[in-house]
């Protein structure tokens, strides 16, 4: 066995005659365990945080959209539909008009978006899985909308209110000044046949209605769109599609993914994680102090013996070496029952759900490779520089 690291186990492992050393030491590990389980835990939060965020977005948004460069609208005629139609990798794709408007129901307004979408809207979105009220939209009640939560709550209206339809206005377009409020505005009379529930900003902002009742509100043509959303076929890469698509589509028309789509809300997490595991790194950083005074106490405690070793031929270096394994050992000692208690604490949130947000919602947490190798990597590496730090007050006029 290597000399060094023969020596810095015997110390680590064997009990000291001076018992505050021996408590500085248990001290020590116990903050390598606590900041290696600290570390992983938030981690491992963020992770299942950013999985349950993202699934919202999987369901509301679909992998790519294409909408035009200038203006709000497009023809959706045969010669686009031949451009679609010969990309690979696309699954199916939905014809979909956004619109801001004005909403009345019962003297109570608000304004949101309406979003007119086919009867293949479902085959790329998933929202008609948010429908706690009523039904999704349907071909045999062409005025029937399906509104937010949010804007329900606004409202006051509910699935099938029948007394009042739910009125939606448009300014008409044109130049110049109105005339005439009454004759200022597109009116169409709605009835809400359902209601759904997925985000906030989502359930305040939506309301779905067929495609055919939007161009009707805005005067469009019928092969008239603001925009197509298009699902993949599960494992292609996105990316190869949309460079398929600008090519045939050209400069006219903007294509975008999920993650583009929400350039904003990525990035905010992506900038929530970094700040929560450099925080956490800061803390470990105070944790690992105990190591380095640990180590150093121990040197002062074995100075007699360092003595013997060096007369023996040790060398300053093979000395040294023997307390940055020591360190070393300790925090890797450390680091492993931490994440031991790290994974064993994740699956049983994962399994039974200790933790609530709410008393039907779980904390969400999510066990992965990258989040052990993180911290398994900071860890040592800060364990290393703890016992480098300790190691250097080691010098030939201490041990002679």
Known sequence: MNFSLYIAKRYLFSKSSNNTINIITIIAALGVIVGTLALFIVLSGFSGLREFSVSFLNTSDPDIKISTVK?????????????????????????????????????????????????????VNNLDSTVYSGTWLNTEIPAGVVVGNGIANILSLGAYDFLEPLKIYVPKPGKGYISSPQNAFNLIKTQPIGIFSLTDDTDKKYTFLSLELVQELLGYKTNQISGIEIKTIPETNRETVVNELNRVLGEDFKIETREQLNAVFYKMLNTENLVSYLVFTLILIIALFNVIGAIIMMILDKKDNLKTLYSMGATIQNIKKVFILQGFLLTVFGLIIGIVLGIVLIMLQQNFSFFMITPHLPYPVKLTLFNVLTVVTTIIILGYIASKIASSRITKKLIE
């Not at 990309?87 to 978006?113: L, M, P």
């Open 71 to 123: 203006g709000k609208s497009f023809l959706f005629d045969e010669d686009f539909k031949q451009k679609i139609d010969g990309v690979k990798g696309i699954k199916a794709y939905t014809k979909v008009i956004e619109e801001r408007a004005f909403f009345s129901f019962q003297e109570k307004t608000h304004i949101a978006y309406v979003k007119g979408v086919d009867s293949n809207f479902n085959n």
